[in-house]
């Protein structure tokens, strides 16, 4: 039986070097979960064994259930039927099955009955529902809304919301976007007020919103008369069906299977979600980042899948009295595709481990904080933890989502005419990939969100002690090459913060984002070149291309390419 | 009301992914090289009875008579939802036909009566022959419902159940207990359940339990067995001494089908036949497609 656990040696390599003790150890208790609940670990051995037998049911049903519909689910899409939204049959065959799986709350705690199963774990599983059918993803990654109750919501809130997420009883939406309010969440128009009875009502439109016929929706409206910004913005909780009007569901390019719906409120009562006026800056900003990690699952599950077609089919095809597999230009593209998939790979999970770290690291700083305990260590380990991760999240949705085109784009190319066509599954796949790397922030928010972390050069002391370390070999040329571009990293650096040149630097801060995921991941590879032999081809081939796209970048920032902003009007004819 | 049922399951050599290296020169199947998969029809079997029970109320227990190896799928089983799994096992039981292992179950099924209905897929894919359901159904001297598709209602002690016959079906009633042999088409089994597999991934048979004991010698089998009970992990063995049967009755002893002759049949190439591109040349090798059994 076909199984997207078990059958992906690249993915299965990066479960068995999985570091999550510290992260499973505050996750557990300590493991005393065990003693209230049969299936909690009672040691990290143990959670690992129960992560892999939990994944190996993901890859069962998507292998053999999911993907044979992937094809009936784009064809047939989402209805919109008498102001009702209905899934296309195999997406609820899906879910009816995730759900009898338990696979539906799969972060949650126990006591909400989730599986409470770390991020990581679960960004696996994104990961293979993307690839059997990129819009599943879309309903069975909405788990971080559920996410954000149980950190900011109340234990009454907690109580009624999780279990129906958990049961698969309720799917999850977040409404944020409006008609105005797109990328510019600051100008959200929806009216959130406090009834004579003092209950939360919201009033206004959302626009563009996953799923948005879901049972249960999480808002964000404007709960402060008279603001402007985001500081004016809180956010809600509310039942969907008869209480949100759906007016549309729009006709898109591609996620065919995942509905997205224009939402009217008519005083749809609601329950605040958190403190007042920390809805976009701290609560939203949180679930986007959860969920941006998800979005980049989803771009290397579509990746994953489109380098089987493109490999399926270029062993199968025969052209010149050969296979074009054998054609040495072929070969060479699905070698740089494999070579990105599983460097977009290196890359999420590392930043899975920190987000982890971080969710973990805090939960545990805050429950010593209750208890009156000293909580110095942990909040040092903490604040390196939310730095990383705040870089990492948005550099791997930026990298993993562009790829996911590139890798989607050279399936089809392989396939020639035939992947014009709608026969094969290669223009499906190039047509979900489009979306990753616009919603959730476009790559250009993305950039935004990491340039923070570059500018700072948060791995300086990290990149150090790696180029100090002995290595031999071929590997010690590869490290050679990942010094130099540490060079021409901190010469671009440097040439960009002298020029004071705002407009040039969010220019340049591309440029600059690029090298440094360069850098992190070249050096993530090096790591697992040691391990693994085989990885030291796939470490190779993508330092010397990344050494040879950083002179690029370097370039691009030191012969002044943007100058010519200024005659933007000029030029823009 | 609620009923009680017990489902008769096999673990089988996946017929459908055989190797160049399972078949040995002389024809006969190496088994050590077979994966072994959950008898499809069993597994619909048992998805029958777990949809009878959502409905109904009740219980679901599966029974499998099979080697050490057995106990996977009796893990399996409780994955997908079955309130407990019981292994017969025992040296004496080996090479049994389906004379033999019917004799066996049945009387098992005597040990763990009461019961309503006993499940069992149509027939096994290793050996075809669909007759331990109905022979076994004959030795408790139980009605019996062969090729059910769907159970269309229970009430007291009556049941209603519709069963494929040839070009159409039919619908039958029953006075419980009866037992009831199920096709492939009768429902899809569930996935295993996340929670349910990470409870009972340690659960372990008699037989496992005396693998582990003889692997260590700081370990006691009746200590391993108390403690497994104790943890809810304990999967019930019977073995011979278990049950009130006569040995000469099992096993090869009791097993009067003798293998006649195994052929290994090599497909070669034959002539070519054109077939002309018009729907009748179409139909012809669509009909020519069915005879063969390549289609349908």
New interface residues.
């Given amino acids: 039986?076909a199984n997207y656990f078990t059958d992906n040696t690249d993915l299965l390599f990066h479960f068995n070097r999985l570091k999550l003790e510290e992260v499973v150890e505050i996750a557990e208790h300590g493991y005393t979960e065990a003693k209230e609940y049969?299936?909690?670990?009672v040691d990290y051995q143990d959670a690992l064994?129960?992560y892999r037998?939990?994944l190996e049911?993901v890859g069962?049903?998507t292998a053999n259930?999911v993907a044979p519909q992937a094809a009936a689910v784009d064809e047939e899409g989402s209805h919109f039927v008498d102001g009702k939204v209905q899934y296309a049959k195999g997406i609820q065959e899906a879910l009816g099955?995730l759900t009898?799986?338990?696979?539906m709350g799969f972060t949650l705690p126990r006591r909400y009955g989730g599986?409470n199963i770390p991020t990581t774990l679960y960004t696996m599983a994104i990961e293979m529902v993307s690839r059997a059918e990129a819009s599943l993803m879309n309903l069975f990654g909405l788990q971080d809304i559920a996410e954000t109750i149980n950190k900011y919501g109340t234990e009454e809130q907690r109580q009624e919301f999780l279990p129906q997420f958990a049961s698969g009883a309720a799917t999850g939406a977040m409404a944020l976007t409006e008609p105005d309010a797109g990328s510019d969440l600051q100008a959200v128009n929806m009216l959130a007020y406090q009834d004579a009875d003092g209950q939360w009502r919201l009033k206004g439109v959302k626009r563009f919103i996953t799923n948005g016929n879901a049972e249960i929706v999480l808002v964000l409206a404007r709960s402060e008369p008279g603001t402007k910004d985001g500081r004016g913005l809180s956010l809600f909780a509310c039942y969907g069906k008869d209480n949100i009007v759906i007016r549309r569901i729009e006709n898109k390019l591609g996620i065919h299977g995942s509905p997205t719906c224009e939402m009217q409120f008519n005083d749809t009562p609601a329950q605040l979600i958190g403190k007042r006026k920390f809805g976009l800056i701290k609560y939203v900003m949180d679930m986007m980042n959860g969920a941006r990690l998800g979005v980049a699952g989803q771009a290397l599950g579509i990746s994953q899948a489109a380098y089987e077609e493109a490999l399926r089919y270029a062993k199968a095809r025969e052209q010149f009295g050969k296979s074009i597999y054998k054609i040495p230009v072929i070969t060479n593209m699905l070698m740089d595709m494999r070579v990105t998939l599983e460097s977009d790979r290196s890359l999420l999970y590392a930043a899975c481990h920190w987000v982890d770290l971080r969710n973990k690291l805090e939960e545990k700083a805050d429950l010593l904080k209750a208890e009156g305990k000293d909580s110095t260590a942990e909040n040092a380990k903490l604040k390196e933890a939310t730095r990383v991760a705040a870089l990492l999240t948005p550099m791997a949705k930026y990298v993993l989502s562009e790829n996911s085109n590139r890798i989607t784009y050279d399936a089809l190319q392989i396939h020639g005419g035939t992947g014009y066509m709608k026969e094969f599954n290669a223009e499906r796949l190039t047509r979900d990939a489009r979306i990753t790397n616009i919603y959730e922030g476009t790559s250009q928010l993305q950039i935004v969100a990491a340039t923070g972390g570059v500018i700072n050069d948060i791995f300086a002391d990290d990149f150090t002690a790696r180029e100090q370390k002995e290595t031999s070999g071929s590997l010690a040329r590869l490290a050679d090459e990942l010094k130099e571009m540490r060079v021409l990293f901190l010469d671009a650096l440097k040439y960009v913060t002298d020029k004071t040149d705002k407009h040039f630097q969010s220019i340049a801060a591309k440029e600059l984002v690029e090298i440094y995921s360069y850098l992190y991941t070249g050096w993530l590879l090096m790591d697992e070149a040691e391990e693994d032999s085989r990885k030291v081809f796939i470490a190779r081939r993508y330092i010397i291309g990344a050494a040879a796209k950083t002179r690029r970048n370097w370039d691009t920032i030191k012969k002044d390419l943007f100058a010519d902003l200024l005659h933007a009007e000029d030029i823009l004819i | 009301m609620s009923y009680h049922s017990i489902v008769m399951v096999k673990q089988v050599p996946d017929t459908a992914n055989i190797s160049g290296q399972v078949m040995k020169p002389d024809g006969t199947v190496n088994r050590s090289k077979l994966p072994t998969i959950f008898n499809p029809e069993d597994k619909v079997a048992l998805e029958l009875a777990l949809q009878f029970r959502d409905r109904f109320g009740g219980t679901v227990r599966v029974l499998t008579m099979g080697p050490l190896k057995a106990s996977d799928l009796l893990r399996d089983c409780l994955y997908m939802g079955a309130d407990e799994a019981i292994l017969v096992s025992d040296r004496k039981f080996a090479g049994a036909d389906t004379l033999a292992t019917s004799y066996v179950l049945s009387e098992a099924l005597r040990k763990l009566a009461p019961y309503d209905i006993i499940f069992a897929g149509r027939q096994a894919i290793d050996g075809d022959t669909a007759q331990v359901g109905p022979q076994t159904a004959e030795k408790l001297g139980l009605p019996q419902i062969t090729y059910a598709e769907a159970i269309i209602e229970a009430r007291g002690r009556q049941i209603t159940v519709k069963r494929k016959v040839d070009q159409g079906f039919e619908v039958l009633e029953g006075t419980l207990p009866l037992l009831i042999t199920v096709i492939k088409d009768a429902a899809t089994p569930r996935p295993f359940r996340a929670k349910r597999v990470m409870a009972y991934k340690n659960a372990h048979t008699l037989l496992e339990l005396e693998k582990m004991a003889e692997a260590n010698s700081l370990l006691y089998v009746d200590q391993l067995k108390d403690e497994y009970v104790s943890k809810g992990l304990f999967i019930p063995t019977l073995t011979a001494d278990d049950l009130d049967i006569d040995v000469e009755r099992c096993g090869l002893s009791g097993s009067p089908t003798k293998v006649h002759k195994i052929e290994s049949v090599i497909l070669g190439g034959g002539a070519h036949e054109t077939i002309p591109a018009t729907k009748d040349g179409m139909y012809a090798l669509i009909d020519r497609l069915m005879e063969d059994h390549i289609f349908g």
């Fill in positions: 039986m049969d299936f909690a670990p064994d129960n037998k939990v049911i069962d049903i259930s099955l009898q799986a338990e696979l599986l």
